[in-house]
């Protein structure tokens, strides 16, 4: 076969968003050769996308606000199908991961006595999103960034991991390309950490970067591990709406958290009749349905949306808490935010699914193999909070670039088989080979519409069955695949495999919210309108591949000990 | 549904040439979703770079009609109707394929520049205005933009001397950091080169986050180089300490 190169570390790092980079500071701190790879240049990671603030019990502007009441909200969020020892990590650790961006030269907005100031956002009981006006996610990733290149760690920008590559039952490796040369690598280690985030580029109307093809869920499935609550799906109450070329880019939720107002074409503050004690502030989970059913009861706006305002709240104070807000509306959609209205609508956002994980070191089913992030399925349950994301990513970055190091350590590189990587290489080819074929553009629009139509925000079995259908078709569609030019930096080539990932990804999402027969959260089922607790919300689906077949099963929660269970029961 | 004509460069290293495509025009499009057009209809492996089409990552800087520009960012209506466009990619890094250039020297000096370091003992108490002049810096999104139009990287090509203006407003962001203790002015004026900026301005005037980056990054830079260097005071001390 053509020659590749190989690079061998301790730990690698697949993805270099927060998640990614936070794992990567850490396994290198514990004394691990490791190395991070990204999809493309470093710092351009959806995180860089996040706006509204990272979620974590500072008590710095409400001082009663503690660990144990981030830890209620997040699991009533989820609807308390959480893996809540993540939960409970993720609420406990989240302020010190925070601190330490501010150690590591972060920014964030102050409150008059000098301190972290905090915002508001839905679900949350206190002010506790620490933030940079509306770009809190540029400000984590470049102090994450900057921490990492001045932290021992090798970074491999635009390459792409296709494969990861397994010695018996660990991994012991990952196979991929670079996007420039379009020349093959393999990296030999003893443990891997997937950071690849979520899978939003498989709807039409996402929030998402194009990064975002659910790779890691995708080589996750393949390599053997089980993912978890992959019906789980967020739709992100506000993403714009007109004009079309913007349609899903996300209104982030602090307009909301600083009191912007939702109202329908008949002026009517239509949160009253949902949510009357949180109204705006509501979980994403409950404003994204009240916004879908306004307008489609034909009480939207004139492109189909709700009507957001903040303009009460006075032209400079919305300049200077939602500046990127302000920016995105006037430039691509002439429309002045400080002096009007706003149109939006439900857009695809986060995955709460993932790879199966123990929220100790975020060690998946597979030795050897990590997951930390979006990819990392568990945390969230059934929605999660906006700000949780942010605080998840370095929590768990850490964990897992610890368990990462602590699992390579003392261990030799493993063989890998020479065939092996040969058959990838094959496979990855083939669209250059094939005389004829489908074009992989083509069938990703289709995919996109088949999940923006049929696995979205409300859900029948009828609609459900007929997703899994199309998307059936298509997989048999995108088995012969044709592409055009050289192996150098060639976008098409590129879309072929991330096509198969988000098939994969769209496939579990859709056989899961066909099985549960219930709403809860996110997953919202017309024929099934209520939530049953004594049944379904005892139960998890665990997704894995099964002699290459998609195999589905339920599996009783991980019941939470007494003592935290208290807390529940004391709030009544 | 308008037809926009667009001249593309297709090419690599070694050279190339414009190719032109026709692409249907739909309310509020902006030149990227053309770009897209041409990837999915015409030519699958048209090379751009992009990530989150929101003008938030700084990754689809080209040159358009001569200027350089998001491609995200800038609509099809700011065209005049039969106006042809033409997408080439930024000059002053060299062409890998079509609209990507090799931009990996920003990501070398980025790592040269001496990070954020702050006293052992600090207390951790900053105040909204003493945290506001680096967080302008911060906006940037690395779209390397102000690289790109810098004349002593564009056209004298002395990558070897000066770091660029974003590198500048990286420095400054440090150098203002109110708990940082660090004095990087010996690097920005020996290894960064901050002497060459002669403040054209052009860098500012392409910025898409609006950072003042000459007047209040480069200048304010220029001034504390300065006072260290040319303070007869400082010179005094500096010849007595021995540094």
């Known amino acids: 076969m053509e020659k590749y190169e190989t690079h061998t570390h301790d730990v690698i790092i697949i993805g270099a968003g927060g998640a990614g980079l936070r794992a990567a500071i850490e396994s290198s701190a514990k004394g691990a050769s490791t190395a991070l790879i990204c999809k493309s240049l470093l710092g351009k990671a959806h995180t860089v996308m996040a706006e509204g603030g990272v979620a974590a019990a500072l008590a710095n502007v409400d001082t009663k606000d503690n660990w144990e009441t981030h830890f209620k909200d997040t699991m009533k969020g989820g609807k308390m199908l959480n893996n809540w020892q993540m939960a409970l990590y993720h609420a406990q650790e989240a302020p010190e991961r925070v601190r330490e961006l501010e150690y590591w030269g972060a920014l964030f907005d102050r409150t008059k006595e000098g301190g972290i100031n905090q915002r508001a956002f839905g679900g949350h009981t206190w002010k506790r999103l620490a933030h940079v006006g509306d770009r809190t996610g540029l400000e984590m990733i470049r102090t994450l960034q900057e921490k990492g290149i001045h932290s021992g760690i090798d970074v491999y920008m635009e390459c792409t991991i296709t494969h990861l590559v397994k010695d018996g039952d660990r991994v012991v490796g990952a196979f991929g390309y670079w996007r420039e040369s379009g020349k093959f690598v393999l990296f030999r280690a003893n443990a891997i950490v997937l950071a690849t985030g979520g899978v939003g580029k498989a709807y039409k109307y996402t929030s998402n970067s194009w990064e975002y093809t659910g790779d890691g869920h995708a080589m996750a499935y393949e390599a053997g591990a089980e993912l978890i609550d992959m019906e789980f799906i967020q739709f992100h109450p506000t993403g714009m709406v007109w004009p079309p070329s913007v349609r899903g880019i996300l209104v982030t939720e602090a307009v909301r958290g600083e009191g912007g107002i939702l109202t329908n074409s008949e002026g009517e503050r239509f949160m009253e009749r949902y949510d009357p004690e949180r109204m705006e502030l509501s979980t994403r989970d409950v404003v994204a349905r009240s916004i879908y059913t306004e307008v489609e009861q034909g009480r939207g706006s004139p492109h189909g949306g709700a009507f957001l305002d903040v303009s009460h709240r006075g032209a400079d104070y919305v300049k200077r808490k939602l500046p990127s807000m302000y920016h995105q509306f006037m430039e691509f959609a002439d429309i002045d935010i400080t002096k009007g209205p706003m149109e939006v609508f439900p857009t695809t956002h986060y995955v709460m699914g993932g790879v199966k994980v123990e929220g100790d070191t975020c060690s998946s089913t597979v030795p050897g193999l990590f997951a930390a992030g979006e990819v990392a399925g568990g945390m969230h349950g059934a929605n999660r909070l906006g700000g949780n994301s942010l605080s998840d990513l370095l929590v768990f970055g850490k964990r897992a670039g610890e368990g990462a190091a602590a699992y390579a350590s003392g261990k030799s590189h493993a063989s890998v088989s020479a065939e092996l990587i040969e058959g990838y290489a094959n496979e990855l080819r083939e669209p250059f080979n094939n005389t004829q074929g489908e074009n992989p553009y083509t069938i990703h629009q289709d995919l996109q519409d088949v999940m923006q139509l049929y696995i979205g925000v409300f859900r029948t079995e009828e609609n459900i069955q007929t997703g899994i259908d199309k998307i059936e078709a298509l997989k048999e569609r995108a088995r012969t695949l044709k592409i055009e030019g050289s192996v150098m930096f060639n976008p098409g080539w590129h879309l072929c495999r991330d096509l198969k990932s988000m098939l994969i990804v769209s496939e579990a999402l859709a056989r899961c919210a066909l099985a549960r027969k219930e709403s809860r959260g996110a997953h919202s089922r017309v024929d099934f309108p209520e939530s049953d607790d004594g049944t379904w919300g005892k139960l998890n689906f665990i997704v894995a591949s099964k002699d290459g077949v998609m195999d589905l099963e339920t599996r009783p929660i991980v019941e939470m000990p007494d003592e935290l269970s208290k807390l529940f029961t004391e709030d009544k | ?243």
């Open chain 2, 1 to 243: 549904m308008s037809v926009a004509k667009l001249r593309v460069f297709r090419g690599d290293a070694q050279g190339g040439e414009e190719k032109e495509y026709e692409v249907p025009v739909d309310e509020g499009m902006v030149v990227l979703d053309a770009l897209f057009y041409i990837q999915a209809n015409y030519d699958g492996d048209l090379a751009i770079r992009w990530n989150c089409k929101a003008a938030k990552c700084g990754s689809c800087s080209t040159e358009i009609n001569g200027k350089p520009k998001l491609a995200c960012k800038t609509r099809m209506d700011s065209f005049a109707e039969g106006e042809t466009i033409t997408v080439y990619p930024i000059k002053a890094f060299p062409v890998i394929k079509d609209l990507v250039t090799d931009v990996s020297w920003n990501y070398e000096v980025s790592k040269k520049i001496p990070p954020f370091t702050p006293a052992e003992d600090t207390e951790w108490i900053m105040y909204q205005e003493d945290v506001e002049r680096g967080q302008e810096f911060r906006k940037c999104i690395e779209c390397f933009m102000c690289q790109n139009v810098c004349h002593i990287l564009r056209d004298h090509n002395r990558k070897d001397a000066f770091a660029g203006p974003r590198f500048m407003i990286k420095i400054a962001e440090r150098e203002m950091h109110p708990l940082d203790v660090l004095d990087r002015r010996e690097f920005a004026r020996e290894e960064a080169g901050v002497g060459f900026c002669n403040i054209t301005k052009c860098c500012t005037e392409v910025c898409p986050e609006d950072i003042h980056i000459t007047d209040n990054g480069i200048i304010p830079l220029k001034e504390r180089v300065v006072d260290k260097y040319y303070d007869p005071l400082s010179w005094l001390l500096r010849k007595i300490k021995g540094k």
